[in-house]
């Protein structure tokens, strides 16, 4: 029925009536809240200042003392001696075991100058010599590489001497098994190498014997030069005595088997029944050397 209240609003409709504004504030706010808090995490980002490291000072016994006390000084202002053996390695025909001394200054703990020099006392061929002296046949396509009779002309090292500088970054002591310490370092070298070669001549040439004739395969002396460096470590086993591991390279170009591979037409790349400086090939020839030195004078110095 249709009266003058029909349209007068109940108790529920006057509940969600005064219900709906509060959560339109609610969601206003927290808008509002976010907006605030965004504003101001980039004002500060603005406004920001970089931060500035504290200097610690110290004070007390420890203020002005070095990082480490009486520590020992293996190398700085002692003059060393050092038997050493070496042996070549990676060779394709020939190897070396060379006998030598190596003579340093240690102007500090850090650096050193000195003189290494060793002899090739023992000269071994390789496995791949043997082969070719033993199966490789002799006719006219191999006369000018191999001798009719006898073995190749496999080229040897027979001396090194190098003046060096000596380098040591690195000092410490080593643990084994936690129970013994041992003082060591490592260091790094590097120098000038004259190199005495025995290599096969020169032959085939104008005045020059044949390189099919039997003299022609006969070893003939000369001196490389070469860059040498490497690194190695000492072990200390005593105040005067330290035992050593080297590695070192010698690179430089030399006609190892005594073979023609180079010289003739197209660009000097095919042989051309000539030996010659053309034959020699550049080799990073390497060495591993062992070494027993002995310090002078007998004590090593104690920093502060």
């Known amino acids: 029925m249709i009266g003058p209240h029909m349209n007068a609003p ?24 976010g907006v605030a808090s965004i ?36 190398r700085d202002g002692r003059f060393e001696i050092a038997p050493t053996v070496s042996f070549t390695l990676l060779d394709e025909y020939q190897r ?11 102007i500090t703990d850090w650096l050193g100058v000195g003189v290494w020099g060793a002899y090739g006392a023992v000269q071994i061929t390789t496995n791949q010599t043997d082969l070719i002296n033993s199966t490789a046949p002799r006719e006219s396509q191999t006369a000018v590489n191999l001798p009719a009779t006898g073995n190749m002309a496999a080229a040897q090292m027979q001396w090194v001497a190098v003046p060096q500088l000596q380098l040591t970054p690195f000092r410490g002591k080593l643990a084994v098994f936690q129970k013994i310490f041992i003082n060591a370092d490592a260091y790094i070298h590097g120098g000038l ?22 003299s022609s395969f006969d070893l003939t002396s000369r001196i490389a030069l070469s860059p040498t460096f490497g690194l190695g470590f000492n072990f200390y086993i005593g105040d005067f005595m330290s035992l050593g591991v080297e590695y070192r390279a010698l690179p ?53």
């Open 193 to 214: 190498g004259f190199v005495g070669l025995k290599e096969r001549g020169d032959c085939g040439a104008t005045g020059q014997s044949s390189c099919t004739a039997a």
């Open 39 to 74: 504003l101001a995490s980039l004002a500060s980002f603005a406004v920001a200042t970089p931060a500035a490291a504290q200097e610690i000072q110290l004070t007390g016994p420890l203020a002005g003392a070095p990082a480490v006390r009486h520590e020992r000084l293996y």
């Open 252 to 304: 430089f170009s030399w006609n190892q088997g005594g073979f023609d591979t180079a010289g003739g037409n197209p660009n000097g790349n095919f042989p051309d029944n000539k030996i010659t400086s053309a034959d020699e090939n550049f080799k990073f020839n390497q060495m591993l050397t062992v070494s027993l030195g002995f310090s002078f004078s007998m004590s090593p110095t104690i920093s502060e």
């Open 96 to 106: 070396a075991i060379l006998f030598g001394l190596r003579a340093q200054y240690n």
């Open 10 to 33: 109940t108790k529920t409709n006057r509940q969600k009536a005064s219900q709906k504004p509060a959560g339109h504030a609610v969601r206003a706010t927290s808008a509002g809240v």
